[in-house]
């Protein structure tokens, strides 16, 4: 897939009336609510119906179910996502017409024209590092707008209407979309090969890196230096006119990370500012969120906010959708969910996991995510699910790609194998919560992990669990 490149931005009051296609994504349907919040004329359809169609019609926007060219009838700007294919038939109708047709990070970058823009971005912790930001900058009176790409626990939107300068968005780049965005901070919290599938190599995407920090307009880069990925752009920028600044536990880093802890009763860091000496606390577990938080504080601070009210924003955060997210107990079961869909993640979800497990097993259940990718990172995938004390493999979620000859979900499975782990195989995932059911024993704990849609087998599960325990 090309990558997306720049278009000029108009205001959204010249956009007039903007219908998105495929509104219901995690992606477009914040920035589709937040127009209609605006109350800017905004419509748009879906596939199908669902809970996510409902909720932006409920924010205001005029939903229709199926794609067909009459709901273009009266539209200005046409916005899709990079998961809609050319030959849709809203989008070709568009394009015949002669309309405005907009990447949804157009879109977005519109809303953020005369704002001081955040871009959080990185190859894993872009979601919520950006929600750390705005709740830190909430915290800290800033009143910020925000585009996130999963919902706020808190305020249960993926986004927020402030009145103050900052606008904070969560900045992708897997499509190169990033590079939109009119923005004057950037925040990178690590950077690793993915999306190859776009990018072709892993020297090119870590060349956007560098132009997303040394984009036009940007003042500050706050990085995360215990990256190596990351420690290396900064490295390559540090001489250039931005301002690198940098989180992390080497003792140069501005804003410094010591003692850090994650169990059972808590997430905890010392966090030094400039001599300053803080306590970093949070609800979300993992010490990669500990850094996370690092860089939201850092962010924070090059605003000029005081540090005291960041903190205590960041330690009532209470995370994203599908971030490691609670499902439900059942049979003595606790089943979570997470979005991992690399194998750093995963084993960053698993490592956060295991002090949280008791007496009981760590037990994965992983979806792989897109044919490419499961190709290119098999072996470590295997190696990361490791980790758990037993693993369920499904076959993999193809999203926007066609099948790949050979390459399926098994493939991970026997990595998972070589690596040590005890291992199941299940290629039909409506196959999952019923194996799961008898797999399970009470004390265990269940994390369902993936970017596809093995977010419904938890429910599942414990349906099948509660049924077993009234039987």
């Known amino acids: 897939m090309p990558l997306v490149e720049p278009v000029a931005l108009i205001p959204p009051e010249a956009a007039g009336h ?51 060219p009459a709901h273009l009838d009266g539209v200005d700007t046409v916005v899709v996502s990079s998961a809609i294919r050319p030959d849709n038939p809203e989008l070709v109708a568009a394009r015949a017409a002669g309309m405005r047709v907009w990447h949804r990070s157009a879109a977005l970058g519109a809303l953020m024209l005369g704002r001081h823009g955040i871009a959080v971005s990185g190859t894993h912790g872009k979601t919520t590092t950006s929600a750390m930001v705005c709740a830190a900058l909430v915290a800290a009176g800033a009143d910020p707008s925000a585009v996130i790409g999963a919902t706020m626990v808190d305020s249960g939107l993926g986004y927020r209407r402030g009145a103050g300068d900052a606008f904070v968005v969560e900045a992708d780049e897997s499509d190169g979309s990033a590079f939109q965005y009119p923005v004057a901070t950037v925040a990178i919290t690590n950077i690793e090969s993915d999306h190859l599938d776009n990018w072709g190599t892993s020297a090119a995407y870590a ?96 605003l000029g906010l005081p540090a005291e009210p960041l903190l205590a924003g960041l330690a009532g955060f209470a995370g994203t959708d599908r971030r490691f997210r609670p499902v439900g107990t059942a049979a003595g079961v606790r089943v979570f969910d997470d979005y991992a869909h690399h194998p750093t993640e995963i084993a960053a979800v698993l490592g956060a996991a295991r002090p949280r497990v008791g007496g009981g097993r760590l037990v994965a259940c992983f979806q792989p995510h897109l044919y490419s990718r499961t190709r290119d990172f098999a072996n470590q995938f295997g190696r990361a699910l490791a980790l758990a004390d037993v693993v369920v493999v499904t076959d993999v979620y193809a999203a926007r790609e066609e099948p790949v000859p050979g390459v399926t979900g098994e493939l991970v499975a026997r990595a998972a194998r070589d690596a040590g782990a005890t291992v199941e195989y299940l290629p039909d995932k409506a196959d999952l919560a019923t194996r799961l059911a008898t797999l399970v024993r009470e004390s265990d704990l269940v994390v369902t992990l993936g970017a596809g849609d093995v977010t419904r087998v938890g429910p599942a599960l414990l349906a099948r669990l509660q049924e077993a325990a009234h039987a």
């Open 18 to 68: 903007v219908h998105f296609v495929a509104v219901g994504g995690a992606g477009m349907s914040p920035v589709a609510s937040y127009y209609a919040a605006s109350g800017r004329p905004v419509s748009g359809c879906d596939r199908d119906d669902s809970p996510a169609l409902e909720a932006v019609a409920r924010a205001g926007v005029a939903v229709r179910v199926g794609h067909d």
């Open 207 to 302: 060349a956007g890196f560098v132009r997303l920090a040394t984009g036009q307009g940007v003042r500050q880069a706050v990085i995360d230096l215990d990256d190596p990925g990351a420690a290396a752009l900064a490295a390559q920028v540090q001489s250039g006119p931005v301002e690198v600044i940098g989180v992390g536990a080497a003792p140069s880093a501005p804003y410094r990370l010591t003692d850090l802890w994650d169990g059972a009763e808590g997430t905890r860091a010392t966090l030094w500012d400039d001599g300053a000496v803080h306590r970093l606390e949070l609800r979300v577990p993992g010490r990669h969120n500990l850094h996370n938080a690092a860089l939201a504080f850092a962010v924070g601070r090059t």
